[in-house]
């Protein structure tokens, strides 16, 4: 007898539709799980009735035209925003408050938007009136398809506008190039970390190696090749990051200088120079972008910090390029960062630091403001001293 299969099934979606059941791949790079109740809809259904029914967490599945959808998406997006009538909600009692109360209204927008479906064929066509050919944006993120699927047009969207950073490219002055995303890996759109690494003086002239920890595009291991550090092993656990730096190396003609490998955090040896630019905020992501902002209980930061001693050279500087915006929001202290900097045998030789340029910097709508407006972004250098 065989051993059983572990092989888990794929999700689907199941409505009815003229009576009869049906059923559909369903597709959610956020591993979201299939609406339970499902509703055909199309151009007839008002934008109220919609809204009501997405709230209640009943999708809808289009079967109208493809631009009167993408016009719902954007009614829905509407009166998501719409303060609600009544008594205004209390303030937060304090800025980590804020935060959560801020990540949750999102992730309940989120959900709800995400109610409108969008039906896919066997090859990513889309079988609505005036819709686009977006199978080149779905063939980058799904890979190749075999049979018809379901995804939501708020994801949908989403891999257009990843497609269309990845074909267009970030501007990088420092590199004088443009770095192009993939889906799912952080583009590097705060130029002021990418400006820290570039201009902060290296532990040694000339520079042999170096290890560039969680590489995601592969901009700072570019960087570090271009100053003239002969050598950079860039390390990430996630394999689309490595296809993306790939990429984004070979563009640059960089690929000979610069060697990538699946890990987590260090490569095998010590380097005279070990910069990692984790992510800025502990808290849990919701969606595959979101593991390079959000790092739950500072998984990596302090990975990093714990093992970096014994991967520096004598003599070596470890580069930590971190957001002070965590603590701001009340998540870290900087007395947690300092702790662990200590116990882990490290030393601050010194610290460059750089304001945002982001726009939420300077938007006093954005419910995190108060934060923003306080954020710094620092390079500490550090030394091993034991």
């Known amino acids: 007898m065989s051993a059983p299969s572990t092989t888990e099934e794929p999700p689907r979606l199941h409505w009815t539709e003229d009576g009869q059941p049906h059923s559909a791949l369903w597709r959610s790079q956020t591993a979201t799980p299939p609406p339970r109740r499902v509703v055909l809809a199309d151009d007839t259904l008002s934008a109220d009735a919609a809204y009501r029914l997405a709230c209640e967490g009943t999708a809808l599945l289009w079967r109208g035209d493809f631009h009167n959808a993408r016009q719902l998406l954007q009614a829905l997006a509407r009166r998501a925003d719409k303060p609600k009538k009544g008594r205004a909600p209390p303030k937060p009692a304090t800025p980590a408050e804020a935060f959560h109360l801020h990540r949750q209204a999102q992730g309940q927008r989120a959900r709800t ?153 260090f490569p095998a040896g010590r380097a005279p120079l070990v910069v990692c630019n984790p992510p800025w905020v502990p808290a849990r992501p919701s969606s595959p972008i979101e593991h390079a902002v959000y790092d739950p209980d500072s998984r990596m930061l302090r990975g990093f910090l714990a093992g970096l001693a014994e991967h520096l050279s004598p003599g070596g500087e470890g580069w930590l390029i971190l957001s002070d915006l965590a603590e701001h929001l009340g998540l870290r202290t900087r007395e947690q960062l300092l702790g662990w900097i200590d116990e882990a045998g490290l030393a601050v030789a010194g610290r460059l630091d750089a304001r945002p340029r982001h726009p939420k910097a300077s938007d006093p709508d954005d419910a995190l403001h108060a934060a923003r407006a306080k954020e710094v972004t620092s390079l500490w250098r550090l030394t091993a001293t034991r």
């Open 113 to 265: 938007l995400a109610m409108l479906l969008i039906p896919l064929d066997s090859d990513f066509g889309i079988p609505l009136r005036r819709a686009p050919d977006l199978r080149a944006a779905c063939t980058e993120v799904y890979g190749s398809a075999s049979e018809a699927s379901v995804t939501s047009l708020r994801e949908l969207q989403g891999l257009v506008g990843a497609h269309e950073w990845r074909v267009k490219g970030v501007e990088i002055p420092a590199l004088g190039a443009r770095i192009h995303p993939h889906h799912g890996v952080f583009s590097p759109v705060r130029g002021e970390y990418v400006d820290l690494v570039a201009n902060a003086p290296l532990p040694a002239t000339p520079c042999e190696l170096a290890f560039d920890i969680g590489t995601g595009t592969g901009v700072l291991a570019a960087v570090l090749a271009r100053r003239g550090v002969k050598r950079v092993v860039a390390t990430d656990a996630d394999a689309h990051a490595l296809a993306c730096a790939r990429e984004n190396l070979q563009r640059l003609k960089l690929q000979g200088r610069v060697e990538l490998l699946e890990a987590d955090l």
